[in-house]
């Protein structure tokens, strides 16, 4: 591309700059087209009225354009400010342009309702310990709080409820070579039990684009990236707080929280050091009130994608997500983008008990859980706490991601040739089932795969997913099919009075054998967004909810479109008749209405069997029942 000379440019402008206060505006996030300079977005900026305020950390063809105010008078004598400014998005070298958006995005933790102040974190966790530890494995000073990596109720006969992890460290296996970040409100690197294992490399504040990536010490809200990267990467064996679940792995923070929020910022979180990172662990997310319905901006969807495309030397990044904590509220993590996406490992909770927390999320998305609190009583999760203490109060599904993580990161370890397709496979194959059993809510598949949309396939067993992983043979290349509906006039109409309608999608020749994630994209305008109900049928007959209804969500908006994903019907063969089920559930004396403007399916998998699978399904044995 050829740009005529327009004087000087000050190149110094792409690489300062702050992040805080990118007013919509006046700023606009650029994406150039493949093989663009620095000098060639310069040159275009100015051309178009505008001046390069920075290129973004990360990304080396995304900028931030910041428009010039050119002051000048028009033909009827009035004075313009915009004059001369080209709308970017027209500029056949500018692959998207967007304005920020400014996000409002909550941790995944209850601090509101557990936590103790700063002045009593002291009484967290009895002091009386001498020099011996009480188990033999480790003599950190909280280890025997770790109830989930070690069960220590000595309850005879009942089942074992912990993750099943010593094993793996009897092997030798602790997640050495493998990098985790936490993306969050920082990480207090200088902690005793954090800092051997901090990794300033895989680290960067993305508000203020620096690399001391330390929480903001005001208040102890922003201690959550710190407990977080804490239950993965603890050191072992420093008589210090606890043991973390990977205490072999590097751990680094990404902070974009703890600060004003913009699609810009999370973007450049996600896709930071995409080519060093092995995982990236979430734990925050839209709002889990029941009534948002969010999805990732164009660049945090960038990230990710560039994420498993590229990352891991192309066997994809690993990216953990908290389903979320709206469940006293019926919110549905299907409603929230990041959880909803295939390219996320959707992680829920389970309390010491094997239930459903009061908080826990429904969805389809679900892959999996691990453990966290319950009911007020039961046991929390140990970790590290700002100020260099320790605490044995986090909670949440905050609590839970990070665990899956670390376990993930120990897979990696026994094997880093296992692709990010990979470690979801695995997970579903290795779940255990038989802690959660006594739960409503399981259904089993056409594959012969048992699923809940509040457990996914059950909870994560450390030892039988590194084992599996050791030997894995990597699933063949994925493929993805849409599929229309068939006989489908737009627009449908919904209503009260009607009650239900149904679309109908055929699937007779697709190349697809063997399911992985399925998507329905659905366009849907509702007077009441909330009452909506939505269930998916595959053609060998598994039903699941995509769905729910939300009480608190009143909206008008409807799903202007959203995609709804499910793994409910992994391994299945999708070809034949599949049905999507749109249910008003309002109650009796209210009328709302709408319609349905567009409805796709997407499917993913591949046409060739994954080797597992070449011994047949899966085999629970109900029998089976690991010991303390």
């Excluded at 000098?39 to 290129?55: C, E, I, P």
């Excluded at 990596?149 to 309850?155: A, V």
């Excluded at 084992?467 to 894995?472: F, H, K, L, Q, V």
């Excluded at 403007?597 to 690991?626: A, F, Q, S, W």
Aim: hydrophobic share 35%.
């Amino acid at each position: 591309m050829q740009f005529v000379a327009l004087g000087l440019l000050i190149l110094a402008s792409v690489t300062c700059g702050s992040y805080r206060d990118l007013h919509p505006g006046r700023f606009w996030v650029v994406r150039l087209r493949e093989g663009l300079t620095d000098w060639d977005a310069g040159q275009l900026a100015q051309m178009s009225g505008y001046r390069v305020y920075r290129k973004v950390t990360g990304f080396p063809d995304i900028f931030v354009f910041e428009r010039q105010e050119r002051a000048f008078v028009n033909p009827n004598g009035k004075r313009s400010e915009s004059a001369g400014v080209r709308d970017l998005r027209e500029i056949g070298e500018v692959m998207w342009a967007a304005q920020p958006e400014r996000l409002k995005r909550d941790k995944r933790s209850i601090l509101r309702i557990f936590d103790a102040p700063d002045n009593a974190l002291e009484e967290d966790y009895p002091q009386q310990y001498d020099d011996e530890p009480q188990w033999p494995e480790f003599n950190d000073e909280l280890w025997q709080h770790e109830w989930y990596l070690k069960d220590t109720r000595s309850l005879p006969g009942l089942p074992k409820l912990d993750l099943n992890v010593l094993p793996v460290y009897e092997r030798g296996i602790t997640g050495r070579g493998i990098r985790v970040a936490v993306l969050d409100d920082g990480v207090e690197y200088t902690h005793e039990d954090l800092a051997e294992n901090y990794d300033p490399e895989i680290s960067w504040d993305c508000n203020h684009d620096t690399p001391d990536a330390r929480p903001n010490f005001q208040d102890h809200v922003n201690s959550h990236g710190t407990r977080c990267a804490g239950e993965i990467a603890m050191v072992a064996n420093n008589r210090k707080c606890g043991v973390g679940i990977a205490f072999g792995a590097k751990v680094g923070g990404i902070k974009l929280l703890g600060g004003h929020v913009y699609d810009l910022i999370e973007g450049m979180a996600l896709g930071f050091a995409h080519d060093k990172v092995d995982i990236y662990s979430s734990s925050w997310g839209p709002t889990d009130d029941g009534k948002t319905v969010e999805r990732p901006g164009l660049l945090a969807r960038e990230a990710i994608a560039r994420g498993v495309r590229k990352g891991r030397q192309g066997k994809g990044a690993i990216f953990v997500w908290a389903s979320g904590n709206g469940g006293s509220r019926s919110d549905n993590c299907n409603c929230d983008g990041y959880a909803g996406s295939i390219y996320t490992v959707t992680v829920g909770s389970a309390s010491q008990h094997g239930t459903k927390p009061w908080y826990g999320e429904v969805c389809s998305s679900i892959l999996t859980v691990t453990y966290s609190s319950g009911a007020y009583e039961d046991q929390m999760i140990t970790t590290t706490d700002v100020g260099n203490k320790c605490t044995v109060r986090h909670t949440g599904t905050s609590a839970s991601a990070p665990l899956a993580a670390g376990i993930i990161a120990l897979g990696l370890e026994a094997n880093p040739n296992i692709t990010w397709r990979d470690v979801q496979h695995i997970i579903v194959n290795t779940a255990e089932y038989i802690p959660l059993q006594a739960n409503k809510g399981w259904t089993e598949n056409a594959a012969g795969l048992l699923y809940n949309i509040r457990f996914g396939f059950g909870l994560m067993n450390a030892d039988a997913f590194v084992t599996a992983a050791s030997t894995w043979m990597n699933v063949p290349p994925k493929s993805t099919e849409i599929i229309l509906p068939k006989d489908f006039a737009a627009p449908r109409n919904l209503s009260t009075s009607i009650g239900t309608i149904s679309v109908t999608f055929e699937n007779a020749t697709g190349r697809i054998r063997y399911l992985e994630h399925v998507e329905v994209q659905v366009d849907l305008g509702y007077t009441e967004r909330g009452v909506l109900e939505i269930f998916l049928t595959s053609p060998r007959g598994t039903k699941v909810q995509l769905l729910t209804k939300r009480n608190r969500d009143k909206s008008k908006e409807g799903f202007r479109p959203w995609i709804f994903m499910s793994v409910a019907t992994w391994s299945e063969d999708p070809r034949g008749m599949w049905e999507v089920q749109i249910l008003d559930t309002s109650p009796l004396g209210i009328f709302n209405s709408g319609s349905l403007n567009d409805c796709k399916l997407i499917l993913h998998g591949t046409e060739e069997i994954p080797p597992h699978l070449k011994d047949g399904p899966r085999v629970y044995n109900m029998n089976y029942v690991r010991r303390v």
